[in-house]
């Protein structure tokens, strides 16, 4: 039986949901971003930082994070060349704890 999936942390909602591209091609195809990949490339490639930090921001491990980013960027790439509607949605995600400290229980040293 797998693991259960640790949620990702992200800041908040996408402003849209779709990106529809000015001509359709025949059969309307489309792709699904997962809210975490967006968080992804909106932490790596828009605002700029390092990996390590943006998987520390997500509460993932930098592979987690290195694969989160790799599919999302897949996911984009498809839906920008072959012209596909692309879908911000679904996802294993939740809004960080505010107010207080992240504190993480578990064994090892960590954050």
Do not use: C, H
């Amino acid at each position: 039986m797998p693991r259960p999936r640790k949620l990702r942390f992200v800041q908040g909602r996408p402003i849209v949901d779709a990106f529809f591209p000015s001509r359709m091609p025949p059969g309307k195809e489309e792709v699904i971003l997962p809210i975490e990949g967006l968080e992804a490339i909106k932490l790596n490639d828009f605002q700029g930082l390092d990996q390590e930090t943006s998987a520390r921001m997500m509460n993932v491990s930098r592979q987690t994070f290195g694969r989160i980013l790799a599919e999302a960027r897949a996911i984009v790439a498809d839906a920008l060349v072959m012209g596909k509607i692309l879908r911000i949605e679904g996802g294993n995600f939740e809004m960080p704890p505010r107010g207080r400290g992240r504190r993480r229980r578990g064994r090892g040293g960590g954050f």
